[in-house]
């Protein structure tokens, strides 16, 4: 299917691995040119050359609020924005530092509204436009080791749909893309912290949580990349404020 995209300009942040990089495949393979950002300049640039094609990878630090002015600069416009952050640390939500809670809201939520603040304008000007921001299921099914996730995330679904109706009209949609389980080196990491918090083998954790999917196993990140790819291109022109879980049908609630 022609998703009617090629030519089109693309940033996916965390685009360097799992389903940041997963995602800027899927659109490079419709012919969009793509720009992926990270703060590990390495895995950066083998993951703008894995894509070929012109793509090209630019460093950021999202906590660094105060640089991205300057990063949207070097960028130049786009059409399509995929907001893709890393998570904090782990822990529940009780007697968390304030630090804590401040410096993941300033890497997670605040650099995600700027930037997208940043690059609404030309968006707006040109008619046309795709922002895509990436949240979890705990956003509305709290995982229990990862408190200060499940609140910021929420939150940016709560901007996301504010968002939409304000620039509906300028043909720009403001969509979020909700995975879940995703076999990423995130959720192993959260297998291993969740078998420590419980005094469990990894591999119990990990079948106790295959045992609540559904599907019976973790989602791959190019099984979301499909959908992200989706809701990113002409297609889906008629498609703003909504929220898509991908997730195996972990979510039961309607």
């Known amino acids: 299917m022609d998703l009617n995209i090629s030519g089109r300009r693309a940033l996916v942040l965390g685009g360097n691995r799992g389903m940041g990089l997963a995602i800027a495949k899927a659109l490079a393979t419709e012919g969009v040119h793509v720009t992926v950002a990270a703060r590990d ?150 297998d291993e912290a969740t078998a420590a918090r419980e005094g469990l083998a990894v591999e119990a954790v990990r079948q106790r949580s295959w045992a609540q999917i559904p599907m019976g196993r973790y989602g791959t990140p190019e099984e979301v990349a499909s959908v992200a790819a989706f809701v990113c291109s002409d297609l889906a022109a008629y498609v703003t404020g909504a929220v898509f879980r991908v997730d195996g049908g972990f979510v039961r609630h309607v």
Do not use: C
Not at 52 to 71: E, I, M, Q, V, Y
């Open 41 to 190: 300049v390495i895995a950066l640039t083998s993951a703008a050359a894995e894509m070929g094609g012109g793509a090209r990878g630019l460093p950021l630090d999202l906590a660094d609020t105060a640089s991205l002015p300057g990063f949207a600069a070097a960028v130049g416009a786009v059409d399509i924005l995929v907001n893709n952050t890393g998570g904090p640390p782990y822990g529940g939500a009780v007697g968390r530092e304030p630090e804590d809670w401040e410096a993941s809201f300033r890497s997670m939520s605040l650099s995600v509204i700027r930037l997208t603040d940043l690059f609404l304008p030309a968006m707006r000007a040109a008619g046309w436009g795709r922002v895509l921001t990436l949240v979890s299921t705990g956003a509305v099914q709290p995982i229990p080791v990862l408190g200060i996730s499940n609140t910021l995330r929420a939150g940016l679904i709560a901007w996301s749909k504010s968002l939409a109706p304000e620039v509906a009209r300028d043909g720009v949609t403001v969509n979020a893309l909700m995975p879940g389980r995703i076999g990423t080196d995130r959720v192993h990491l959260t």
